[in-house]
């Protein structure tokens, strides 16, 4: 049986321009295989497909993160500090928050999304930040279970739904 590595074999950094459609397919891949871009009534949303799609347009408004395992993309989530156009939380000058956590299929299980996190949260405390904010969707019971093991809570009133049947979670953690 072939091991698969742990996460500390996994560079994070920031993703190169070359990168940029990878990290987009690796993006909806993630959000793909757990049915997260189907509706109820069985079809896809290609218009959120097409936002995490575009890494580029991420990684011009905000940090756009990647996982490597030598030369495989394994993971990727976008850090959005405070005045990045991404945020849609984080509006004050202290705050920052991350969106589209999302971890290859086969790479599941090996603490990647846990380090992508944990770069985030470093990346905030090197900035003088003071909280962390994301939104989820309800349904990303994974997520929310890795948020809580790093100390996040749910903050309810600041739930959204953006479109009809489309409920966002909100999650904080004050640094």
Not at 11 to 36: K, Q, S
Not at 123 to 142: D, I, N, Q, T, W
Request: contains cysteine.
């Amino acid at each position: 049986m072939h091991a698969t590595p742990p996460a500390s074999d996994v560079l994070i950094r920031p993703a190169h321009e070359r990168e940029y459609e990878a990290v987009g397919a690796l993006t909806v891949a993630g959000y793909d295989v757990d049915g997260y871009l189907t509706f109820p009534d069985g079809t896809f949303d290609d218009a959120y497909a097409g936002w995490l799609a575009d890494a580029a347009s991420r990684a011009r408004n905000s940090t756009l993160l990647v996982a490597v395992d030598g030369d495989d993309l394994v993971g990727t989530v976008t850090w959005c500090p405070y005045g990045s156009a991404d945020a849609q939380l984080a509006k004050e000058s202290h705050q920052g928050e991350f969106r589209t956590l999302s971890i290859a299929p086969e790479a599941r299980g090996r603490g990647i999304g846990r380090a992508l996190v944990e770069d985030c949260l470093e990346r905030a405390r090197a900035a003088g930040l003071k909280e962390v904010l994301l939104f989820s969707l309800k349904e990303m019971a994974p997520a929310h279970r890795l948020y809580g093991r790093l100390g996040f809570g749910r903050r309810p009133e600041l739930d959204w739904s953006p479109d009809p049947g489309v409920s966002l979670w909100a999650f904080s953690l004050t640094l």
